[in-house]
Nanobody
Framework: DVQLVESGGGSVQPGGSLRLSCAAN??????????MTWFRQAPGKEREPVTA????????YVNDVVKGRFAQSQDSANNTIYLRMNSLKLEDTAMYYC????????????????WGQGTQVTVS
């Protein structure tokens, strides 16, 4: 099984930056179809996708609400993805989850095969 381990969450003031990491353990092969995604869920709100990209790079999906501020990158050799968050806003406060599975369109619809445990980001 694939295990996703997130890290890097914390508290930051508005306008600040954070970088989240997600290590995918147990991923075998280097399928160009394998996608890794960041989701977030704020209290009282539905979970929403934030960014997604294939583990080998290529097309990047970015939610409009974070476009220009957040960027996903990946270290394919180590099956690790990152979410660089700049210009953080109060409304970015949420639990952030890493997810993985085949096909970014499928993950973007909230249907990954694997989820991480989440890391809290608080902007205040």
């Amino acid at each position: 099984d694939v295990q996703l381990v997130e890290s890097g969450g914390g508290s930051v003031q508005p306008g600040g930056s954070l970088r989240l990491s997600c290590a995918a353990n147990g991923v075998t092969g280097s399928s160009s179809d394998y996608c890794m995604t960041w989701f977030r869920q704020a209290p009282g709100k539905e979970r929403e996708p934030v960014t997604a990209n294939y583990i080998t790079g290529g097309s990047t999906y970015v939610n409009d609400v974070v476009k220009g501020r957040f960027a996903q990158s990946q270290d394919s050799a180590n099956n690790t993805i990152y979410l660089r968050m700049n210009s953080l806003k109060l409304e970015d406060t949420a639990m952030y989850y890493c997810a993985a599975g085949p096909g970014c369109p499928t993950l973007w619809r909230g249907r990954p095969d694997y989820w991480g445990q989440g890391t809290q980001v608080t902007v205040s």
